[in-house]
């Protein structure tokens, strides 16, 4: 099973951003922690600033992958483009969030990408991928 985590603006800075509301642990080492928990799926992370660049890797992996989870951050709640992608490819998409969005500012209450995405998962901090991965594992 292949699954790719990918994630949007900031999101390279996890672990000194906002550390009360994204937490302190640098993604990097929550991506190993993952790897390793999930030996048996082939999970593969990409993160860019950058929304072509997002919406050139979603249609990259979006015909061959079996899982994608995507944390599309700021780019969720203004991108047109990202959410048409997700609505163009074939592999599922889970959307997520580390923050609770429904429990934040009124502009991160909407979202392109969750009308096209199987499920949206928010506020569990960083587990939030986590149940998107064993949302794929368990076949949902
Ligand atoms: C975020 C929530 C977004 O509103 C914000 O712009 C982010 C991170 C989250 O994971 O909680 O950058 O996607």
């Given at each position: 099973?292949?699954?790719?985590?990918?994630n949007g603006p900031n999101l390279n800075l996890l672990?000194?951003r906002?550390?009360?509301?994204?937490?302190?642990?640098?993604?990097?080492?929550?991506?190993?922690?993952?790897?390793?928990?999930?030996?048996?799926?082939?999970?593969?992370?990409?993160?860019?600033n950058?929304?072509?660049?997002?919406?050139?890797?979603?249609?990259?992996?979006?015909?061959?992958?079996?899982?994608?989870?995507?944390?599309?951050a700021a780019?969720?709640?203004?991108?047109?483009?990202?959410?048409?992608?997700?609505?163009?490819?074939?592999?599922?998409?889970?959307?997520?969030?580390?923050?609770?969005?429904?429990?934040?500012?009124?502009?991160?209450?909407?979202?392109?990408?969750?009308?096209?995405?199987?499920?949206?998962?928010?506020?569990?901090?960083?587990?939030?991928?986590?149940?998107?991965?064993?949302?794929?594992?368990?076949?949902?």
């Amino acid at each position: 099973m292949k699954i790719i985590i990918i994630n949007g603006p900031n999101l390279n800075l996890l672990g000194k951003r906002e550390t009360a509301i994204y937490g302190s642990k640098s993604f990097d080492d929550f991506f190993v922690e993952m790897q390793f928990k999930y030996k048996e799926i082939e999970l593969t992370f990409f993160q860019s600033n950058i929304e072509g660049e997002l919406i050139d890797k979603l249609q990259e992996v979006g015909y061959s992958f079996d899982g994608i989870v995507l944390n599309a951050a700021a780019y969720t709640h203004t991108s047109v483009g990202i959410g048409d992608a997700v609505k163009a490819i074939e592999t599922p998409v889970v959307e997520v969030h580390i923050s609770n969005t429904f429990s934040r500012e009124d502009y991160r209450h909407i979202s392109y990408i969750a009308p096209n995405a199987i499920g949206v998962i928010a506020g569990f901090g960083l587990q939030s991928y986590e149940l998107a991965i064993q949302s794929f594992v368990s076949g949902k």
